[in-house]
């Protein structure tokens, strides 16, 4: 195989927004690609198991000997079709593979001999991926400030507000509640981690997230990124109980409905929500009890009723209960257990995100003034 050039696993590759071909097996890909990646892989997942069970028997050689017999002819055809159509749109995308080896370098020469030359990344995902996992970690060394208060108080909106905003919530695709399950899938372990990683390249610098548990959803924070947040000063945002309501009515109603009825259309997106609401209220037996719930459920339901009828309002019968007698009492639990939590600011919405701003400016400031000292 002739030389073929290649890039180092550099992370401004996706801070520029380059396209990447990741022509890993699919079920390799669903367990975690990279920002801007798309599948177009050399091998599918029955052919990649086949060649992985003849380079255990017989080795190297023989896979490969193997791989080209399985993908020659028509089927090898179609894959170079397949890059060749991507390349037409994006002529600077770049190949990689797990490692960086075999794979993205057979693509590379099946390229080449029809007049197309790409790169492939050095080290492939496993080196980009841990140059992403490494930007979490300094971000973890970095200022960082925490954002908490009762829920709707809009603390996801302060956050997307903020340049050095750091959205948790979005890269996990969950509100991080009981009924804050996105209506499309949720992406990997892995992939959270490099939405995380891939948002903290465009921050320089302190950030800001909002107060969450270690676990959002079916995501997990990384361990010292979730130590830094136990340790990070905070800001408490209150906002009146009205105000509240109207938030979370935006985000368990109205912006659930919209996804749903754009994904699935009127009739099955009206279905697929009032299942998600009344499974995700039922998940709370244990908390709120069988009365509790039971007088819930029949408020949920006659809400459903009433929207149909065009009164989404009425979901604030049983969304205003769901605040006073689950989630506040949570939120003033959560703050008991932990009296060492200091707050450098409480207020308002408004405030808090002034405070934020105030904050990030300040401590921007303390880094350059260090950065300075080090090296003058």
């Known amino acids: 195989m002739s030389e073929l050039p290649l890039v180092e696993p550099d992370l401004s590759l996706l801070r ?29 997942d029955e052919e990649r198991h086949r060649v992985g069970i003849e380079y255990k028997r017989r080795g190297q050689q023989a896979a490969i000997v193997l791989g080209e017999r399985l993908v020659s002819g028509e089927i090898k055809a179609a894959r170079v079709a397949a890059w060749r159509q ?51 970690d300094v971000a973890a060394e970095q200022p960082l400030l925490v954002v908490g208060g009762l829920t709707g108080c809009a603390k ?18 969950h509100k991080g509640s009981a009924f804050g399950r996105h209506p499309l899938p949720a992406p990997s372990q892995i992939d959270f981690e490099h939405a995380m990683g891939r948002r903290l390249l465009d921050i320089e610098g302190p950030v800001a997230v909002e107060d969450e548990s270690r676990h959002i959803g079916a995501a997990n924070l990384p361990l010292t990124f979730w130590r830094a947040m ?62 509790r719930l039971a007088r819930l459920q029949r408020l949920q339901e006659l809400a459903f009723r009433e929207h149909e009828r065009g009164n989404a309002r009425a979901h604030e019968a049983w969304l205003a209960p769901l605040l006073t007698e689950y989630y506040d009492p949570m939120y003033r639990y959560q703050l008991e257990k932990h009296p060492e939590q200091r707050f450098l600011h409480v207020g308002d919405w408004e405030s808090c995100l002034e405070a934020a701003r105030q904050w990030s400016a300040e401590q921007a400031g303390c880094v350059r003034s260090r950065t300075s000292a080090a090296t003058g």
């Open 86 to 136: 991507l390349l037409e749109a994006h002529p600077d995308a770049i190949v990689y593979c797990f490692r960086g080896g075999l794979r993205s370098q057979v693509a590379q020469q099946w390229l080449a001999e029809t007049g197309i030359t790409r790169p492939r990344i050095r080290g492939g995902w496993k080196a980009m991926r841990q140059a992403l996992c490494a930007r979490i």
């Open 230 to 291: 136990e340790r990070a000063p905070r800001l408490r945002v209150e906002m009146p109980l009205d105000w509240r309501l109207a938030q979370i009515h935006r985000d368990y109603i109205e912006d659930l409905w919209e996804v749903y009825r754009m994904q699935c259309g009127e009739w099955l997106g009206w279905a697929l929500m009032r299942k998600q609401l009344a499974s995700s209220l039922a998940r709370l037996r244990k908390r709120l009890g069988g009365a």
């Open 156 to 173: 996801t909106a302060l956050i997307q507000a903020l340049d050095n905003g750091l959205d948790l919530e979005g890269c996990a695709r």
């Open 16 to 44: 520029e927004g380059r396209v990447l071909i990741d022509v890993r097996a699919p079920v390799e890909f669903a367990q975690g690609g990279l920002p801007g990646a798309v599948n177009l892989p050399l091998m599918d």
